[in-house]
């Protein structure tokens, strides 16, 4: 594994960790406007890296299927879908403004589980960007190193966001601002995990990368639907999130295009 790679691979981490650190410079909490636009933003870069950087390799890559090219792409989308549907059971977790905690019913401080609720979507994000890594090391002629890393650049993007929201209102629920800076951190580092790990996967079972491929989108779809497009949608005034997708959506479009 190249250091190249390794940067690639970390960097989404570190736009978790930038945007964690703002909870050590801003004095007040975001307010809900503003997190609703953050998170449409992180959405609609999802949603484009699911399509244009996972789902539609995945179908290049099986062309030789013929008209069932799409057969890889669906299973291994539905593979993801029903693995986050799982993790979601599983793993107790609050999201944002949520009312009620989601998974089993444990005694653990709201604060631990909204970290969770992030770390949650952050193991598919990471999953994407060791796979599409896994590609480029295989020397796919689809997938290229340029192309994981303009995903990688696309994801530490909207991870930054993602690092404010989780560690400003951890701040405003009396946590300091150290803390809740630490906390942030911990729900980005299983980004960098989850890649290593599929890197390592993945490079043992090539063959199978249109389904690796598609299995990453299937979870971030989860995620975007199950999560994000609801809190971005939530109150009045949701057209806010309507547009902030629309600009994270084409901000990764063209990230993919013009580095892929």
């Not at 960097?11 to 909870?23: D, K, Q, S």
């Not at 150290?178 to 580092?189: E, K, P, T, V």
């Not at 547009?243 to 994270?248: C, D, E, H, T």
């Amino acid at each position: 594994m190249t250091g190249g790679v390794i940067w690639g691979v970390l960097i989404p981490f570190f736009g978790t960790a930038l945007g964690a650190a703002c909870v050590l410079f801003i004095k007040e909490n975001l307010n809900i406007a503003l997190q609703r636009a953050l998170t449409g933003f992180a959405a609609g870069v999802m949603v484009a890296a699911s399509i244009w950087s996972l789902l539609i390799p995945a179908m290049e890559q099986s062309a030789d299927m013929g008209q069932w090219a799409f057969v890889p792409a669906v299973a291994g989308f539905w593979l993801g879908i029903l693995f986050l549907l799982f993790l979601d059971r599983l793993i107790p977790h609050l999201h944002q403004n949520g009312g009620e905690p989601e998974g089993p019913k444990v005694a653990l401080k709201r604060t631990t589980m909204l970290v969770l609720a992030v770390t949650l979507h952050n193991i598919p994000e990471g999953m994407a960007v060791g796979v599409m890594f896994a590609g480029g090391l295989a020397g796919n002629s689809i997938i290229t190193l340029t192309g994981a890393m303009a995903l990688s650049i696309g994801i530490a993007i909207q991870n930054f966001p993602e690092g404010a929201i989780i560690s400003m209102p951890l701040k405003a629920e009396g946590m300091k601002k150290s803390s809740a800076f630490l906390y942030g951190i911990f729900s980005g580092i299983v980004e960098p995990i989850a890649a290593l790990f599929t890197i390592l996967a993945a490079r043992m079972v090539v063959p199978i990368l249109p389904y690796l491929l598609s299995f990453a989108a299937g979870a971030m779809i989860y995620v975007v639907v199950e999560e994000l497009i609801p809190e971005m949608s939530a109150g009045r005034h949701s057209n806010l999130g309507t547009m902030s997708f629309a600009l994270g959506f084409t901000v990764m479009l063209t990230l993919d295009v013009a580095l892929g």
